[in-house]
């Protein structure tokens, strides 16, 4: 299964480097005011609303979501270089990245891996005098690594892999429109009539790779054994794709000429290179595949939620996702089916001690809140301003776990879902700040023990909090082997001074629900 496990941040706002962070089930973000926590939580709406619109350039810097400004505003002030870097970890298994693709002399190709790995991949955003564009790729596979520099139209200066080296010309190009985070680049030739000039799509590495294969074949060796031989080159470790070429025994001088040379050899490295070159358009579009499907399972609560409301007025729509701010929650609740509202209110009632339901009345929909242990019910309105905050965040995690196979839910549902929370605690005693913990462990717990094997299965949570009660209880749940102390994790962001960059650290639960590398006082007063 496809699967993006870890990101990195470089120069955005006061963080100068992220470092690596994975990807848990549970993400703890603490930190002072204005020390970088928002900033890396604010990512990934950035992200999910970038990809969702039409747009010039690869990021969208303010938009429905989130409201970065402009890359001006965006990038660290003290940089040195600006630029800013986004890098993610993408595991794979040997299906997962193939793509067929037509390529030069109508030929089609298919991307063949003989191996599962992890793609590499490092995007750097530079200003231009349209805004901001994406300047450099680097992606990195097995033992393989590429770059390439782009200018602010899109058109790739320069392709370096290994020791083999693609730069344009006059009559050769390789371009990719800046509409998005990852180019869509193609290579294209020039190609002259009496007419006129025109471009036609083209591979600029099949040449090179028949020349290579050729010191390993007979000098009588008929072109189209070459390029059959070519297109048996898959991808994987150098150890592996050499391996795999021996098993060739047509013609028998390929096999020979190989073993003699052996897989150190110059010319088996420059083989492999191009051959890698070769595959970076179609990796970079199955790249951007995953980043966009990533992007769009991207679920996101601002720290201030919508106040409650006594009445919401009713529309004929099908909700089927919660607003960041929470104001359509009352319409979310009553389009569900009737089993599924009751769902919610029993799922609301084991972990709350509340229930909740939607009344439609005169062409309004009121929201009430029942004690589980018993009452009338009393309308949302009429209780603590803390419930109207919290319910957002329960429904929204309580679809994401949601095992329903009916309804609007699914429809809405995809694989790998990530939920980012700021402020979860806002407005909540201690006591229903430490019950957020059991929720957020329960809806990771209930997915995923609901699909034990499924590729659609997983939810992961980042939740931004000042919250010493949150964080304690996590430790509790851990201790008492409610969740394992690998699915949890706590990033810490310190700010020595407003003229000092961000410093990001990760700390973690022991078997016994102790944090460990935690700063002594971190939340205490200065």
Not at 153 to 166: A, D, F, H, N, Q
Not at 219 to 238: C, E, F, V
Not at 288 to 310: C, H, K, W
């Amino acid at each position: 299964m496809i699967t993006i496990n870890s990101f990195r941040i470089r120069n955005l706002r006061s963080i100068e480097d992220s470092g690596e962070i994975l990807l848990k089930p549970i993400s703890i973000l603490v930190g002072r005011n204005s020390s970088g926590k928002s900033t890396l939580a604010r990512v990934f709406p950035l992200l999910r609303q970038s990809s969702e619109a039409t747009k010039k350039g690869p990021i969208l810097w303010w938009g429905k979501l989130v409201d970065f400004g402009s890359f001006e505003h965006a990038v660290n002030r003290y940089a040195t270089e600006k630029k800013i870097g986004l890098s993610f970890k993408i595991s794979f298994d040997e299906d997962d990245l193939r793509v067929p693709t037509r390529r030069g002399l109508g030929r089609l190709s298919v991307t063949r891996l003989i191996q599962p790995g992890t793609l590499n991949l490092e995007l750097q955003f530079s200003n231009g005098e349209s805004g901001s564009y994406t300047s450099s790729i680097s992606i990195s596979v097995f033992d393989f690594k590429a770059k390439l520099s782009l200018d602010e139209e899109g058109y790739v200066s320069e392709i370096e892999s290994g020791t083999y080296t693609w730069k344009e010309t006059n009559q050769l190009i390789c371009y990719g429109p800046q509409d998005r985070l990852i180019p869509n680049v193609g290579f294209f030739r020039q190609s002259s009539n009496s007419n006129e000039t025109t471009w036609e799509s083209f591979d600029p590495f099949g040449l090179e790779l028949e020349r290579i294969i050729k010191n390993f074949v007979h000098g009588n060796t008929a072109l189209d054994r070459i390029r059959q031989l070519a297109n048996k080159i898959p991808l994987g470790s150098r150890s592996e794709i050499f391996r795999h070429l021996l098993q060739i025994s047509n013609p028998p001088s390929f096999r020979d000429m190989l073993q003699q040379l052996g897989k150190d050899s110059i010319t088996f490295k420059r083989l492999c290179d191009v051959y890698f070159a070769s595959q970076i358009d179609v990796l970079l579009y199955r790249a951007n595949n995953v980043l966009n499907n990533f992007m769009g399972d991207v679920i996101y609560l601002e720290p201030v939620r919508a106040t409650a409301q006594r009445y919401y007025r009713q529309q004929s729509l099908a909700v089927g996702e919660i607003d960041s701010k929470g104001e359509n929650i009352a319409m979310f609740l009553d389009g569900l089916s009737k089993p599924q509202q009751h769902d919610f209110s029993q799922w609301t009632s084991r972990n709350f001690g509340i229930e909740v339901a939607p009344i439609k009345a005169g062409g309004h929909i009121s929201l009430t809140i029942k004690q589980a242990a018993g009452g009338a019910e009393v309308n949302i309105a009429d209780m603590g301003f803390g419930f109207s905050q919290m319910l957002p965040i329960a429904a929204q995690l309580w679809k994401a776990s949601s095992t329903k196979t009916n309804g609007i839910i699914n429809r809405y549902i995809s694989h790998k879902r990530l939920i980012v929370i700021e402020q979860p605690e806002l407005h909540l005693h201690p006591e229903y700040q430490s019950k957020l913990a059991d929720v957020f462990v329960g809806a990771i717990r209930e997915e995923n023990n609901a699909n034990p094997t499924s590729e659609n299965s997983g939810i992961r949570i980042i939740a931004e909090t000042h919250s010493p009660a949150l964080i304690n209880r996590l430790g509790a749940l851990i201790a008492d082997n409610v969740v394992n102390r690998e699915s949890i994790q706590v990033i810490l962001f310190d700010q020595g001074d407003s003229q000092s960059p961000t410093k990001v650290s990760v700390s973690e639960f022991d078997d016994e629900g102790i944090l460990q590398n935690w700063p002594i006082g971190f939340f205490d007063p200065n």
